[in-house]
């Protein structure tokens, strides 16, 4: 048995409340991993890489909430998902979720087939928002680094023989910048 802690910040917040409630559930693990300070939206948790290294088939992972695992739902789902075909069980108290068993594993897929949903409704109302945005004739994307006035400016220098430095200098801007926006 093994339990896996995440609070993802330092004040106020401890692993020993999640630890609590794991034992009072009635669980007792016998290695503990955890993670202090470090977001669930981080790639890399030290403690969960390391505890994903340690299982091996036949052990049980201990989670007061299945959050603790995932950047998000979806990806939390995927790595129940993962760890229940390495022969792994996962338990999540919150979600009173035990993947030894076919309704545990049926939960599982419905969490994952839920947040699959949410994330291709957020595209899509995103995508909504986009064009709804071109249509009433707002700019999307990043500002222009130069307004008209400067671009005018540019190309007289540039005319004037200037090189692409020598006008990023009098302007303000980076080189890259001047010579993207002449040579366009």
């Not at 692993?15 to 034992?23: K, Y």
């Not at 403690?47 to 998000?72: F, P, Y």
């Amino acid at each position: 048995m093994v339990a896996y802690l995440r609070v993802s910040t330092l004040h106020g917040q401890t692993t020993e409340t999640q630890l609590a409630a794991i034992q009072r559930a009635g669980y007792s693990p016998t290695r503990t991993f955890e993670d202090v300070g470090v977001s669930g939206r981080k790639t890399t948790r030290p403690g969960l890489d390391a505890c994903l290294e340690w299982l091996r088939d036949g052990d049980c992972l201990v989670v007061t909430e299945l959050s603790r695992l995932g950047r998000n739902a979806l990806a939390a789902a995927e790595l129940v998902t993962n760890l229940s075909e390495r022969g792994i069980t996962v338990v999540s108290l919150r979600e009173q979720l035990r993947t030894d068993s076919a309704m545990g594993r049926f939960g599982v897929q419905l969490f994952a087939a839920l947040a699959q949903l949410e994330v291709e409704q957020t595209q899509e109302r995103i995508l909504l928002g986009l064009e709804r945005a071109r249509e009433n004739g707002q700019r999307l994307g990043r500002p222009p680094a130069l307004d008209a006035d400067q671009v005018r400016s540019a190309q007289d220098l540039r005319a004037q023989g200037c090189s692409f430095s020598t006008i990023a200098r009098e302007l303000g801007l980076s080189r890259s910048t001047v010579h993207r926006y002449l040579t366009s």
